[in-house]
């Protein structure tokens, strides 16, 4: 298998979804987030915040 790490240049995950819940009556919204967070977990995925993927890459070395 592959292994996966998400890198997110915020402090939280979510993007403009942490948006979305802000409104009146949109709440039920961070349902949806709290859900796309644990299947991250579940999934074993790695979770890198506030770290951009274009300052990552240089310092990996993906195999195709």
């Not at 240049?9 to 709290?34: D, H």
């Not at 644990?38 to 999934?43: D, E, I, W, Y």
Request: aromatic residues 6%; charged residues 15%.
């Amino acid at each position: 298998g592959h292994t996966v790490t998400l890198y997110e240049a915020e402090a939280k995950i979510g993007g403009q979804l942490n948006l979305a819940v802000v409104p009146p009556y949109k709440q039920e919204m961070g349902n949806l987030l709290s859900y796309l967070a644990a299947q991250l977990s579940k999934n074993g995925v790695e979770v890198a915040l506030n770290r951009s993927s274009a300052s990552t890459w240089t310092m990996l070395s993906p195999k195709a």
